[in-house]
Structures are given as C-alpha cells and as structure tokens.
C-alpha cells in the first residue's frame, strides 16, 4: 500500500490491509477519547503511553496558549468575557 492518502509514521508501508484498517479503527477512537478528555485514554502498552504524553502535552500547550490569549485581551484592554467564553 503505497499511497499518498493515508500515509501514517507508525506504521510500516509493508503491513497487511487488514492491519492498517484496524489501526485506522483504534486511531479513530483515540481522537473520540480525547476529544472528551486525554486522560481516559488507555496505558496499557508502551505506544498508548506515548500517545497518551503526546496528548497530554497537547493539552498542556493549548491551555497555556488560552491562558497567554486572555492575558493579552486584559493588556489590551478589551473585555475578556465574550474571548474566554469563545475559547470554552
């Protein structure tokens, strides 16, 4: 499976359909757990560990760049009210 479609970094090109369809599957749900909450995600295995931190860190520079974001509108002088509630 040589494609430019779904080329994942994890997976090897010489992999079975089969193996890279159940990798899509268990991709895809990853991304519905994390859209709920990273921590729910499994740690079972050394890759979902490193997931797991890929995610965590994820979270942890968006809520630093929300953070930055609504110090600026209080320097600037605008009201953060309606910018923080388009963040959440």
């Known amino acids: 499976m040589h494609g430019k479609y779904h080329r994942q970094s994890d997976v090897k090109q010489s992999t079975s359909p089969n193996r890279i369809i159940n990798y899509i599957i ?4 990853a ?3 994390i859209a709920v909450d990273y921590r729910n995600l499994p740690q079972s ?3 979902e560990k490193k997931y797991y931190e890929i995610a965590r860190k994820r979270d942890h520079r968006q809520k630093k760049r929300q953070l930055y974001n609504l110090l600026d509108c209080i320097s600037r002088g605008e009201t953060p009210a309606n910018k923080w ?3 959440c």
């Open 26 to 29: 268990k991709h895809d749900e």
């Open 45 to 47: 295995t050394r890759k």
């Open 31 to 33: 991304k519905k757990i």
């Open 85 to 87: 509630m388009a963040i």
